[in-house]
């Protein structure tokens, strides 16, 4: 059954501590996206990738860094540099350009809270 | 600056009425919407879409409509049930361009039986 697995549900970090998410998905996608979800927000972008060894900065990208080594796996690392980590953090894929008909498909997100 | 606003951040509705959720945008380049329904703790999947080449499109009780000139969609869901309770995210991208989705707040709807 193919999908988009986000891995693991919950995290919790220290302060000063790098963590990072893991996202793999079997659907065959090129394009690769990680959102991040506050309460009463929508969705804020902060990386995505069109491609293998190519990413993109999205909205909100200061703070975090991603790799895009292989089609199938989009890792978001969150640095100590990010301020406000704690959040719901969606990861996405879609055909390049996620093009009509072919909408992103999400995971079911990575909860990270600040011990 | 939003470029996708859903005014609206909740809606309640009884069983059986019609539920309409409604997006508007700034961005005139944007040529493709989309709606995802969102449950607590679980991604967004995703319900309908729309080219802004066509006003409308219809799959069972979901219909989009789309008004170009007035940079506004609206999603009507008939008839409502309560297993449509769930935060509703308008989207929005420049289709051609290859670029990511750009998402509004969302609206929390409430179907009461």
């Given amino acids: 059954d193919g999908g988009i697995t986000q891995s693991p549900k919950y995290l919790f970090r220290k302060e000063g501590q790098n963590v990072t998410l893991s996202c793999e998905q079997n659907l065959n996608h090129d394009a690769m996206y990680w959102y991040r979800q506050d309460p009463g927000q929508g969705l804020r972008l902060i990386y995505y990738s069109q491609i293998v060894n190519d990413f993109q900065k999205g909205d909100i990208a200061e703070g975090y860094s991603v790799s895009r080594e292989k089609k199938e796996s989009f890792p978001l690392t969150v640095t100590s540099a990010q301020k406000n980590p704690t959040a719901f953090y969606l990861c996405a894929s879609s055909v390049r350009g996620g093009g009509s008909n072919q909408p992103q498909h999400f995971g079911d997100g990575t909860r990270l809270s600040i011990l | ?113």
């Fill in chain 2, 1 to 113: 600056d939003q470029q996708v606003k859903q005014n609206s951040p909740s809606l309640s509705v009884q069983e059986g009425r019609i539920s309409i959720l409604n997006c508007d945008y700034t961005n005139s380049m944007f040529d493709y919407f989309l709606w995802y329904k969102k449950y607590p703790a679980e991604g967004p999947t995703f319900l309908i879409s729309i080219s802004s080449i066509k006003d409308k499109n219809e799959d069972g009780r979901f219909t989009v409509f789309l008004n170009k000139s007035a940079k506004h969609l609206s999603l009507h869901i008939v008839p409502s049930q309560p297993g449509d309770s769930a935060v509703y995210f308008c989207a929005a991208t420049v289709n051609q361009a290859g670029t990511a989705l750009i998402f509004g707040k969302g609206t929390t709807l409430s179907v009461s039986s």
